[in-house]
């Protein structure tokens, strides 16, 4: 580590942190001591937020509180806002209006009080490449105010928990993409933080690679952990205890995957067909309220299964597909929008391949 140690002040971790009083000091352990909020206050609280840049308005009044323990997860379709959301509670954006809170401390005025707490798992990579797997988690330690030997410690207990150990000796620049997610994920947890912030943590990861990083998020909740994520999987949103659907800027629905699907009531016809446009327009011209999103005719039903029918005798033009299903988290976010949660080239949102949480 004599060498690691020599890098940290020019290639310090806490350099991502944009005009960052430094972190790399000694710090209180999250050990829940004195002056902590209680245990009922959010562990996250956004009030009256508005984000502008120049002319756009990517936060126009977030009102949100996540609590303690909870698993929470933001999703919504490209530009909606999320990752400015997250940037500010993380404390790496301020708000043009409102405030945002972090375990009772302002996201601003607090920032250092807030990153003592708090580990993040960033889209991009922030490993030290030429530093080995084991040193790069000894040396978040040390910058979180571990002690050598406590820092030692947990990079062990982490090593094996996140699957490491075979790779704990290898530069960090030479793991495949899903090992050094682990060991993003690792060094996030090393100095076991009251909350973590994950933005679209998984991306690239291959199965059995999310599989194992899920576990361990799951592993840290079960713990007291709380999570904020943002993700462009539905199914990584869906097994968060609450979920806030985010449009332009705004939230538009915010419950459990269960409430919000209850939202749409019945369940959901799906009709892939050689003119989706025509079915839509045959279909309301029967009375029903289509939406054509990526996937076909969606048409939201108190009972879909009793509809079909009536329509594959009757429908104008030719269905390759139909399909009845439960309402999915997409089908929530068309019933609410009219418009499909697709990413920014227009594709449908993607389902993580396995290994969701
Ligand atoms: N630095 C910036 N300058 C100008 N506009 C920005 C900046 N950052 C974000 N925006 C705009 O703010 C809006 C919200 O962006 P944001 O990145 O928060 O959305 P997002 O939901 O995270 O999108 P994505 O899923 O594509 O990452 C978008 O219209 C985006 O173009």
Same mark, same amino acid.
């Given at each position: 580590m004599a060498s690691s140690t020599r890098r940290t002040s020019a290639?310090? /971790?806490?350099?991502? /942190? +944009?005009?960052? +009083?430094?972190?790399?000091r000694p710090m209180r352990m999250p050990?829940?001591?004195? !002056?902590? *909020?209680?245990?009922?206050? +959010?562990a996250l609280e956004a009030r009256g937020l508005h984000k502008r840049y120049g002319a756009v308005h990517a936060l126009r009044g977030i009102d949100l509180a996540v609590w303690r323990g909870e698993m929470f997860a933001l999703l919504g379709p490209n530009g909606a806002g999320k990752t400015t959301l997250f940037s500010i509670f993380a404390t790496l954006l301020k708000p043009s209006e409102g405030t945002a809170q972090v375990l009772g401390f302002d996201? *601003?005025?607090?920032r250092v009080a807030v990153r003592q707490r708090m580990g993040i798992v960033f889209q991009e990579p922030a490993l030290e490449g030429k530093l080995s797997v084991r040193d790069n988690l000894h040396l978040m330690g040390l910058f979180y105010g571990l002690s050598s030997r406590a820092a030692k410690t947990r990079s062990a207990e982490l090593l094996v928990t996140l699957g490491l150990e075979d790779v704990a000796?290898?530069?960090?620049?030479?793991?495949s993409g899903g090992q050094k997610r682990r060991v993003e994920l690792a060094r996030a947890l090393v100095a076991t933080p009251e909350v973590l912030f994950l933005d679209?943590?998984? &991306? !690239?990861?291959d199965v059995d690679a999310r599989r194992l990083f899920w576990a361990e998020v799951r592993h840290y909740v079960s713990a007291g952990g709380t999570v904020f994520l943002t993700t462009h999987y539905m199914d990584e949103a869906e097994p968060a205890d609450r979920i806030a659907l985010i449009d332009h800027g705004q939230i538009i629905a915010l419950g459990s995957p269960q409430e919000l699907k209850n939202r749409v009531g019945g369940g959901v016809l799906l009709l892939a067909t050689d003119d989706d446009a025509q079915a839509a327009a045959w279909l309301r011209e029967h009375g029903h309220h289509p939406e054509i999103s990526a996937r076909g005719v969606l048409l939201v039903a108190s009972e879909p299964a009793a509809v079909l029918p009536e329509v594959l005798a009757h429908l104008p033009v030719r269905t390759r597909r139909a399909e009845v299903h439960e309402p999915s988290l997409e089908d929530v976010f068309l019933k609410l929008?009219?418009?499909? &949660?697709?990413?920014g080239n227009g594709k449908p949102a993607p389902r993580a391949q396995g290994g969701q949480p």
């Open positions: 290639t310090c /971790w806490c350099a991502r /942190w +944009p005009g960052s +009083p430094s972190i790399c050990d829940m001591a004195e !002056g902590e *909020v209680s245990g009922n206050a +959010p996201s *601003v005025r607090e000796a290898r530069e960090a620049q030479k793991l679209e943590a998984t &991306l !690239g990861l929008t009219g418009r499909a &949660l697709e990413d």
